[in-house]
């Protein structure tokens, strides 16, 4: 099987993660078990996941010109993902993304930093990569103004779009109609689908807008009626990261070709496996585990 090209544009950090027992309510001090640094950011995230799935991955994003950019660029790069188009910005710190894990999920709080110069002018200069790609990936960890800008080029090279809006933010109508996929969870749903029946908006964009409901599966709309594409049991460590494998194996697999339903059940085993290990990127997983994990 080819490898399918994808391009990520997105957010690159250090994740700055504690554990504790429970999050504190405001004004409160808890003590708290572990600490520990770890490369993240939804863009690397995705990028990193896509690559140990087998996909040929260039990101596209900006670091800071400081220790924390040197280590997030060399954890791209030991994971087979291509930098050519990461760009150590100066006078600016890297992003970072500060994670309470207690109570078995996650809290987080991003500092965007040096991510916010991933500018519509800045992707531009990768077009004659992203003529190139099976698939363009993008959150919302970058300017809105880069994720229309995106949308728009997309559409006007033929290439499809895999837009994870995460962070939740409204999205323009035009962003939405020329997006090919969009993986909101259900509370980034709520947001962008504000008064709308969830169900609706799935029948509105069928084989488009694909809701993630956590260890419930993903609910999408075939044109037919509304498909349950159920996740996999498992013992949960930490479920940060979980939605960005979950986009990068989907992102993986339907670039291959691979038809819609075969995607989604790929993409929630390897979310599933993701969330046994440390850390955004220490549970993500290989191919082939994700594909002995789906014989089993």
Partial sequence: MKKPKIAVIGSSSMDLVVTSKRRPLAGETVLGETFETVPGGKGANQAVAAARLGADVHMIGCVGDDAYGKEILDNLKSNGVKTGYVKPVTHQKSGTAHIILAEGD???VVVKGANDFVTPDYVKEAMSLLKECDLIMIQQEVPEETVLETARLCDEIGVPLLLNPAPAREIPDEVIEKAAYLTP???????LFKGQELSKALSNYPNKLLITEGAAGVRYHDGSREQLIPSFPVKVVDTTGAGDTFNAAFGTAIAEGQNMK????FANRA??????GF????GMPTRDEVERGLAE
């Fill in 106 to 108: 996650n809290s987080i």
């Fill in 185 to 191: 969870n259900e509370h980034e749903a709520g947001i």
């Fill in 262 to 265: 075969e995607s989604l059940r």
């Fill in 271 to 276: 979310a599933s496996l993701s969330v046994t």
């Fill in 279 to 282: 850390g955004a990127q220490g």
